[in-house]
């Protein structure tokens, strides 16, 4: 898809794919896997995109797109922390700016990071960079949470967060 294409337009059909490869499948290293690839492929400007799974009290790196990165992200610590121990969307215009900014990557200029709660624990988190500033913004917010939201209904996530 052109960079110029609708984000609506974007998120509809990036939609129908998380669904479609979701469809029939709980275990949650291919969904993860499939999904953080579907994503990055299909929004323009992303230098990573990925998830970090609550394991033994701290995120830890799980399947992505993208250069390496960090592998443990204590709760409450830069974007993702912030997002686990809030519960809630974050949507970071310029990461140089957000308090305890972790830099795993020093190309990225603004992050989004969505939270996975089940039964009001956090469980992972959907994690996206970019290396453009203001990449992200509510239609971002909405299209990501309703990916979440497939992921909620498809994954086994007592399998995903044993340590």
Not at 56 to 65: C, R
Not at 122 to 135: E, F, G, I, K
Request: aromatic content about 6%.
């Amino acid at each position: 898809m052109p960079d110029g294409t609708p984000k609506s337009e974007r998120y509809g059909l990036l939609t129908r794919q998380v669904a479609a490869l979701l469809e029939g499948e709980s275990d949650w290293l291919p969904n993860l896997a499939n999904v953080s690839s579907a994503v990055y492929a299909s929004l323009p400007g992303l230098n990573w995109a990925g998830f970090y799974l609550m394991r033994g009290g701290e995120l830890v790196l799980g399947p992505f797109q993208g250069q390496p990165a960090c592998v443990r992200i204590t709760p409450g610590r830069g974007v993702c922390g912030t997002a686990a121990t809030e519960q809630v969307t974050q949507v970071v215009e310029d990461v140089e700016k957000f308090p305890g900014h972790i830099a795993c990557d020093p190309r990225s200029r603004s992050e989004i990071v969505v939270p996975v709660v089940v039964g009001g624990e956090t469980v992972a988190v959907l994690d996206l960079d970019s290396s453009r500033l203001a990449n992200f913004d509510a239609a971002d917010r909405q299209g990501l949470e309703a990916i979440v939201a497939l992921l909620l209904d498809a994954v086994d996530w007592r399998a995903a967060t044993r340590v």
